[in-house]
């Protein structure tokens, strides 16, 4: 095992709080309070998504091309590790600090405004600029609203975007290209990603329900994540990533798991733990149909039945590219005391009905806990087309 990579501070907005107080209070809890029917997204019909409701901050003055709700969302949580980001600056120069930021709709939401004002006026007359929807827009964006220079890129991998960039920051770090990255992503909601899941009749007609037997779909949500990466010691750290691309379909999971047990695999190793290290699963856990089969069959061939695993998508919905940055920042604040002095881990919300087409699971409820002292922790993203990434966090000597 390599040496660790510290988390060394943390910024969140998500459905259920903004900052880390507030999210770990919710979280721990066990909410549905962030996801509530909303009509505009899909015609003919209201769904259940997950929306981030506090004011979000206006773009810095010289950046106002890349002006859209995914990057004020994302610029939210920079905010907040604005302070570590400067005392790394000091540190190592402002041009050691790679910026990796995930996403996979970007500004897609002034796009559809855009796209919309023109075919009705015959032109552009709105405020659209490529630059809000641009691919690579989050990271640019990210990297001139810090004032970093050094390496700066985006990566947009669907679902598993945001859980990748911790593979591409440590593999910048470990090469001597920088000496720490702002990682993380930011997904908004928009009609295109309703629309096109509704077309693949993935949307739940209610609230999502992981891994039941009566499971009809997906929630969509937004979030923004994002961490200060360092090679330096810190209270939660990066232990290990693995990453597979089955390629099985273009939308469809590999209906054995293969794909989704080689990254937990190929994590556990990079980290030289055992299935048995692991304290806690954040499970990918859409409740669509196919992916919660196959991860139910991956996660129990790796971990058995007694591992605790939930999956808080019950909570905030599915957050797309962000999600994998979301939900390393929810195993962030369970391995963290000064966030989580009881050990509780997040609660498996759902009907209580399982499955018996899918191996059992240790799906917990509330008030779950920790035991004390060194924990490690694993997270899974899945994607279309078999992009897989899971990562391990862990606190206290693993060495």
């Known amino acids: 095992m390599s040496h660790p990579l510290g988390l060394a501070a943390l910024g969140l ?27 505009g997204f899909v015609p003919g019909r209201a769904v259940h998504v997950g929306s981030v409701d506090a004011p979000l901050p206006p773009v810095p003055a010289g950046l106002e091309t890349y002006d859209c709700r995914n990057n004020r969302l994302l610029l939210l949580a920079l905010e907040q590790i604005r302070d570590a980001v ?12 790679a910026v990796i930021i995930g996403t996979s709709t970007s500004g897609m939401a002034e796009a559809e405004a855009g796209f919309t004002a023109m075919r009705r006026d015959g032109a552009w007359t709105g405020p659209f600029h490529y630059d809000q929807l641009a ?84 929630n969509i949500g937004e979030a923004a994540a994002v961490f200060l990466l360092t090679a330096e010691d810190a209270p939660v750290q990066l232990l290990g990533v693995g990453e597979s691309s089955d390629a099985h379909h273009v939308s469809a999971p590999d209906p054995e798991g293969r794909g989704a047990f080689a990254a937990m695999r190929a994590a556990l190793d990079d980290a030289g733990l055992a299935p048995q290290d692991i304290a806690y699963v954040n499970l990918h856990g859409t409740a669509t149909a196919l992916n919660d089969s196959m991860e139910g069959k991956a996660v129990h061939a790796l971990f058995g039945d007694a591992t605790p695993c939930s999956s808080t998508k019950a ?38 009905a399982p499955d ?39 606190r206290g000597e693993w060495r």
């Not at 709080?17 to 509530?36: E, I």
């Open 13 to 39: 907005a998500t459905p259920i709080g903004t900052g880390a107080v507030a999210v770990a209070d919710a979280l721990f809890a066990g909410t549905r309070d962030g996801l509530r029917p909303r009509t």
């Open 135 to 218: 691919t690579g827009g989050p990271a640019e964006f990210a990297a001139r609203a810090l004032d970093l220079p050094g390496p700066a890129y985006t990566v947009a991998t669907a679902c598993s975007s945001s859980g990748k960039v911790f593979a591409s920051a440590r593999r910048l770090i470990r090469s001597g290209l920088c000496d720490a990255a702002v990682v993380g992503g930011a997904d908004t909601l928009c009609g295109t990603t309703l629309g096109g899941f509704s077309a693949l009749e993935a949307v739940s007609a209610g609230l999502c329900n992981p891994f039941s037997a009566n499971r009809d779909g997906i």
């Open 356 to 394: 018996p087409e899918i191996p059992p699971l240790n799906l917990i409820g509330p008030g779950a806990a920790l035991p004390a002292g060194p924990a490690a922790m694993l997270s899974n993203s899945f994607a279309f087309g078999g992009s897989n990434v899971a990562l391990v966090l862990g």
């Open 315 to 352: 909570m905030t919905g599915h957050t797309l590219g962000a999600a994998g940055a979301c939900e390393a920042a929810f195993l962030w604040l369970a391995l963290n005391p000064a966030h989580n002095p009881d050990g509780l881990l997040p609660p498996h919300l759902w009907d209580g």
């Open 86 to 97: 400067e005392t790394a600056a000091a540190r190592h120069g402002r041009h050691r600090i």
